[in-house]
């Protein structure tokens, strides 16, 4: 990851070792205690939803009548069984896969979306941005959770279709940033100079615009997994999101509504996993956010 | 000298900025050759038009309707060809920026991108206009610092521009500037922004490179004593217009502009410090481009302007002497006063 421009210069010149602004944003970003905590976090979840599945002796849709509503930790179900006897920690593991893999993807297509359309909308400005960033905020203007509802609607919903769906109501955040980034950097001297050196529009967006604004790209990036996790169970919760017997957090609590009296754990568990994914995320943001601001060096 | 001879033959520049009062003339109608292996050092105080004209050559002001150039620029290429850098369409142009006419700037500090190992900046800038390979650029790039006496040039590549001083990272802009071998290089100021000794050691190595190259230099500055150590010809700016232009020693030693005398009266020098005296400055400020003066724009601030006389016209700019122009109606009076 790299940092931003101020923090290039205003950095403490270490000649014996070359830092490099990646470096110097690592060590920053070691600082901060809960971002720590939050990446130790999610690549636990990570390897957990990877691995975990294939370590235990139950498959998730192995439906067991005699075991059902089995509290933690009976009969070798460390996080008891639902309503039709399946083993909830298992059932956990493979929706914590759809649901992070829905989110990095959703992240991946908003980012990417984002960054284009705030860099064409910065560096060319005039009516290029305005015609832009008048869309941005046309559709800041939904309510996303209802647009989501609407598309989802129309959209026989799948992962493909739920992460596409997300994305298009989540990237004009990064627009938004990336715009602003790329208009103050647009008339920095070195922009210029690469221009006297003859370089063309696109270079000038690729290699000098777009490494400068990487650090903030990657803040809202992250902050962005943590939205659509949190979208996606949103949808799912509501039903139109993942469906059954597929297994993603939305859908578990859903599912769980109907015995929060009697079987709380099959609330609890899903909800303690978004919980522990959004805030994880949140708090990786959080620390890149000051790992890439460069006004911490001057403390 | 024959037109044939010449690298660079502008003539009739201007320059004019949409702003919300109208159309604002920031250089008015510029004329000026410059030969292969020649420096030109332009020369003027802030808001002269001496920058802006270096942008306009570069066709770098603001696209129309914000900034219109009118005039001409021709440019003779390697291969003899003639081109007009006013007319020529926007890719022909780009192909020559950074190619045939190179520019180094006055800021060193921020002219280099942060984020990117300085080696990879030189090599960028051959890439654009040289067919060859990353390994190759890189290749150069080094040939290309230790040509601008950048110390241990292979480590250095993969600085970042916050690890070297400034005059280093001049060396580096320098050298991006060089790497197409350039038949025009224009300098902008680029020595103000460092300390004296290494202004000293940038001025020595251009003019080293000059003499390698056979390139063409125009230097832009406000600091008189750098003319005299790097220019062959000068032209002084004030207001956007030619004021006085003619060989160094000419102009330095018998100024006939009352603003270049101005201006040389100003120039800081141990005989003035010797006596304790303070240091001659011209009254008054450059004038407001939106209401420049109907005759001379140095007439308000001229200690030899003559009202009916100079404040009713825009004086020509008239030959006084052979290769010696100045645009005072006056000067031959203001001559005999000094002498």
Same mark, same amino acid.
């Given at each position: 990851? &790299?940092?931003? *421009?101020?923090? /290039?210069? +205003? #950095?403490?010149?270490?000649?014996?070792?070359? @830092?490099?602004?990646?470096?110097? $944003?690592?060590?920053?970003?070691?600082?901060?205690?809960?971002?720590?905590?939050?990446?130790?976090?999610?690549?636990?979840?990570?390897?957990?939803?990877?691995?975990?599945?294939?370590?235990?002796?139950?498959?998730?849709?192995?439906?067991?009548?005699?075991?059902?509503?089995?509290?933690?930790?009976?009969?070798?179900?460390?996080?008891?069984?639902?309503?039709?006897?399946?083993?909830?920690?298992?059932?956990?593991?493979?929706?914590?896969?759809?649901?992070?893999?829905?989110?990095?993807?959703?992240?991946?297509?908003?980012?990417?979306?984002?960054?284009?359309?705030?860099?064409?909308?910065?560096?060319?400005?005039?009516?290029?941005?305005?015609?832009?960033?008048?869309?941005?905020?046309?559709?800041?203007?939904?309510? &996303?959770?209802? *647009?989501?509802? /609407?598309? +989802? #609607?129309?959209?026989?919903?799948?992962?493909? @279709?739920?992460?596409?769906?997300? $994305?298009?109501?989540?990237?004009?955040?990064?627009?938004?940033?990336?715009?602003?980034?790329?208009?103050?950097?647009?008339?920095?001297?070195?922009?210029?100079?690469?221009?006297?050196?003859?370089?063309?529009?696109?270079?000038?967006?690729?290699?000098?615009?777009?490494?400068?604004?990487?650090?903030?790209?990657?803040?809202?990036?992250?902050?962005?997994?943590?939205?659509?996790?949190?979208?996606?169970?949103?949808?799912?919760?509501?039903?139109?999101?993942?469906?059954?017997?597929?297994?993603?957090?939305?859908?578990?609590?859903?599912?769980?509504?109907?015995?929060?009296?009697?079987?709380?754990?099959?609330?609890?568990?899903?909800?303690?996993?978004?919980?522990?994914?959004?805030?994880?995320?949140?708090?990786?943001?959080?620390?890149?956010?000051?790992?890439?601001? +460069?006004?911490?060096?001057?403390? | 000298?024959?037109?044939?001879?010449?690298?660079?033959?502008?003539?009739?520049?201007?320059?004019?900025?949409?702003?919300?009062?109208?159309?604002?003339?920031?250089?008015?109608?510029?004329?000026?050759?410059?030969?292969?292996?020649?420096?030109?050092?332009?020369?003027?105080?802030?808001?002269?038009?001496?920058?802006?004209?270096?942008?306009?050559?570069?066709?770098?002001?603001?696209?129309?309707?914000?900034?219109?150039?009118?005039?001409?620029?021709?440019?003779?290429?390697?291969?003899?060809?003639?081109?007009?850098?006013?007319?020529?369409?926007?890719?022909?142009?780009?192909?020559?920026?950074?190619?045939?006419?190179?520019?180094?700037?006055?800021?060193?500090?921020?002219?280099?991108?942060?984020?990117?190992?300085?080696?990879?900046?030189?090599?960028?800038?051959?890439?654009?206009?040289?067919?060859?390979?990353?390994?190759?650029?890189?290749?150069?790039?080094?040939?290309?610092?230790?040509?601008?006496?950048?110390?241990?040039?292979?480590?250095?590549?993969?600085?970042?521009?916050?690890?070297?001083?400034?005059?280093?990272?001049?060396?580096?802009?320098?050298?991006?500037?060089?790497?197409?071998?350039?038949?025009?290089?224009?300098?902008?100021?680029?020595?103000?922004?460092?300390?004296?000794?290494?202004?000293?050691?940038?001025?020595?190595?251009?003019?080293?490179?000059?003499?390698?190259?056979?390139?063409?230099?125009?230097?832009?500055?406000?600091?008189?004593?750098?003319?005299?150590?790097?220019?062959?010809?000068?032209?002084?700016?004030?207001?956007?217009?030619?004021?006085?232009?003619?060989?160094?020693?000419?102009?330095?030693?018998?100024?006939?502009?009352?603003?270049?005398?101005?201006?040389?009266?100003?120039?800081?020098?141990?005989?003035?410090?010797?006596?304790?005296?303070?240091?001659?400055?011209?009254?008054?400020?450059?004038?407001?481009?939106?209401?420049?003066?109907?005759?001379?724009?140095?007439?308000?601030?001229?200690?030899?302007?003559?009202?009916?006389?100079?404040?009713?016209?825009?004086?020509?700019?008239?030959?006084?002497?052979?290769?010696?122009?100045?645009?005072?109606?006056?000067?031959?009076?203001?001559?005999?006063?000094?002498?």
């Amino acid at each position: 990851m &790299s940092t931003a *421009l101020i923090g /290039a210069q +205003a #950095a403490p010149r270490t000649e014996a070792r070359p @830092t490099t602004p990646r470096r110097r $944003a690592w060590l920053r970003f070691k600082r901060h205690r809960l971002a720590m905590f939050g990446l130790a976090a999610i690549t636990v979840l990570v390897l957990a939803v990877i691995i975990g599945p294939s370590l235990i002796p139950f498959d998730q849709l192995h439906i067991e009548m005699r075991a059902r509503f089995q509290p933690p930790p009976i009969g070798g179900h460390w996080f008891g069984t639902d309503q039709l006897g399946r083993d909830l920690l298992v059932r956990l593991l493979m929706a914590g896969r759809i649901s992070l893999t829905i989110g990095f993807m959703a992240m991946l297509v908003s980012t990417v979306i984002g960054t284009t359309v705030g860099v064409a909308a910065g560096y060319y400005g005039g009516w290029v941005a305005s015609v832009l960033m008048r869309f941005v905020d046309a559709v800041l203007c939904f309510p &996303s959770v209802f *647009l989501l509802l /609407a598309l +989802a #609607a129309f959209i026989k919903p799948n992962i493909a @279709t739920i992460t596409l769906i997300i $994305a298009a109501t989540s990237w004009m955040e990064v627009a938004r940033v990336v715009q602003s980034q790329v208009r103050a950097l647009r008339h920095r001297d070195f922009i210029l100079a690469a221009e006297m050196m003859g370089a063309s529009g696109p270079n000038v967006m690729l290699r000098e615009l777009l490494p400068n604004a990487i650090g903030p790209i990657i803040v809202a990036a992250t902050l962005t997994v943590a939205r659509a996790i949190l979208m996606e169970a949103y949808v799912s919760f509501l039903g139109y999101g993942i469906q059954p017997p597929m297994a993603s957090w939305g859908n578990m609590l859903n599912n769980a509504q109907q015995y929060l009296g009697s079987a709380p754990w099959l609330a609890i568990f899903p909800g303690l996993m978004i919980t522990l994914a959004v805030t994880s995320f949140n708090f990786i943001g959080d620390g890149l956010r000051d790992a890439v601001d +460069a006004r911490i060096d001057l403390i | 000298m024959g037109p044939s001879d010449l690298i660079l033959d502008v003539r009739n520049l201007s320059v004019d900025f949409a702003t919300h009062g109208g159309m604002l003339r920031a250089v008015h109608d510029v004329s000026f050759t410059v030969a292969p292996g020649e420096t030109l050092a332009l020369v003027g105080e802030s808001g002269s038009g001496k920058s802006v004209t270096s942008l306009a050559l570069m066709r770098l002001t603001p696209r129309p309707p914000r900034a219109r150039l009118a005039g001409q620029a021709r440019f003779r290429t390697h291969a003899g060809e003639e081109l007009d850098l006013l007319a020529i369409p926007e890719p022909a142009m780009r192909a020559l920026r950074g190619n045939a006419i190179a520019m180094v700037f006055q800021e060193p500090m921020t002219s280099l991108n942060p984020v990117t190992r300085v080696g990879e900046q030189v090599a960028e800038a051959v890439l654009a206009h040289r067919a060859v390979g990353r390994r190759e650029a890189l290749q150069r790039a080094e040939a290309l610092f230790e040509r601008v006496g950048i110390p241990d040039a292979r480590r250095r590549l993969a600085a970042f521009p916050h690890q070297l001083s400034g005059g280093m990272r001049q060396r580096v802009m320098i050298a991006m500037a060089l790497s197409c071998d350039p038949a025009v290089l224009i300098a902008d100021e680029p020595t103000t922004a460092l300390d004296v000794t290494v202004q000293a050691q940038i001025l020595e190595l251009l003019k080293a490179l000059q003499r390698d190259t056979g390139m063409a230099i125009v230097f832009i500055t406000h600091n008189l004593g750098v003319v005299a150590e790097i220019a062959d010809r000068v032209m002084v700016m004030y207001a956007g217009r030619i004021v006085e232009r003619g060989a160094v020693a000419s102009v330095m030693r018998a100024p006939l502009m009352p603003y270049t005398q101005g201006l040389l009266r100003a120039v800081p020098n141990l005989a003035i410090a010797d006596r304790f005296e303070p240091l001659a400055s011209i009254p008054g400020t450059v004038p407001n481009p939106t209401a420049l003066p109907p005759g001379c724009s140095f007439e308000p601030r001229c200690p030899y302007s003559v009202p009916g006389l100079c404040d009713t016209c825009v004086p020509p700019l008239e030959q006084a002497v052979a290769g010696h122009d100045v645009r005072c109606v006056r000067w031959k009076a203001v001559a005999e006063c000094r002498t």
